[in-house]
T-cell receptor
Framework: NAGVMQNPRHLVRRRGQEARLRCSPM?????VYWYRQLPEEGLKFMVY????????ESGMPKERFSAEFPKEGPSILRIQQVVRGDSAAYFC?????????????FGQGTRLTVV | EDQVTQSPEALRLQEGESSSLNCSYT??????LFWYRQDPGKGPEFLFT???AGEEKEKERLKATLTKKESFLHITAPKPEDSATYLC???????????FGKGTLLTVNP
């Protein structure tokens, strides 16, 4: 049973470009969460999605950031017009439907560097 | 707002020297307290979930306990391969999101 798959593992973008981060949840999981980890800081919640629905995006910046989890295919976190401050590790987690609380399993992350 | 504070920030142990990591939390209506292990350059690896005060869980050399205000991760006779950052997180109320502490960096010397 493959774990949560994220790609790419490393992504370098110039300021002003777009970054697209992909996350394929574990088989049978329909809940996806995105977290951001800045250097010397803890993991911060960004957004919680179920298939075709955004459930909670309270941690996501209002501008330039968007997320989707289509009926088919991976979840995408999209960052438009990236700035240096967006450099961080972005982690995706997934959990099965009906799971108690949030026993979420994390992927290996995408490390975004903005130059 | 949910808050999690972990201490110490860093801990160095000799192989075989048992110790404990602390996680203090404030949350409105605890749904669960979670412990993860994170190795450099990797994603967090799930260890335990605790749901109510008094609950304990064990896995190999690790044992997690929970009170109404804090959780402890006890490490018995650690080995160098236990070296990692240990993260504590909570979820509370109607939220499904996890609030994480900054972690404790554990180094076990041979």
């Amino acid at each position: 049973n493959a774990g949560v798959m994220q790609n790419p593992r490393h992504l370098v973008r110039r300021r002003g470009q777009e970054a697209r981060l992909r996350c394929s949840p574990m088989k049978g999981h329909s809940h996806v969460y995105w977290y951001r980890q800045l250097p010397e800081e803890g993991l911060k919640f960004m957004v919680y999605l179920q298939k075709e629905n955004i459930i909670d995006e309270s941690g996501m910046p209002k501008e330039r950031f968007s997320a989707e989890f289509p009926k088919e295919g991976p979840s995408i976190l999209r960052i438009q017009q990236v700035v240096r401050g967006d450099s961080a590790a972005y982690f995706c987690a997934s959990s099965p439907p009906g799971s108690r609380d949030t026993e979420a399993f994390f992927g290996q992350g995408t490390r975004l560097t903005v130059v | 707002e949910d808050q999690v504070t972990q201490s110490p920030e860093a801990l160095r142990l000799q192989e075989g020297e048992s110790s404990s990591l602390n996680c203090s939390y404030t949350v409105s209506g605890l749904r669960g307290l979670f412990w993860y292990r994170q190795d450099p350059g990797k994603g967090p690896e799930f260890l335990f979930t605790l749901y109510s005060a008094g609950e304990e869980k064990e896995k190999e050399r690790l044992k997690a306990t929970l009170t109404k205000k804090e959780s402890f991760l006890h490490i018995t006779a650690p080995k160098p391969e236990d070296s990692a950052t240990y993260l504590c997180a909570v979820s509370g109320g109607s939220n499904y999101k996890l609030t994480f502490g900054k972690g404790t960096l554990l180094t076990v010397n041979p």
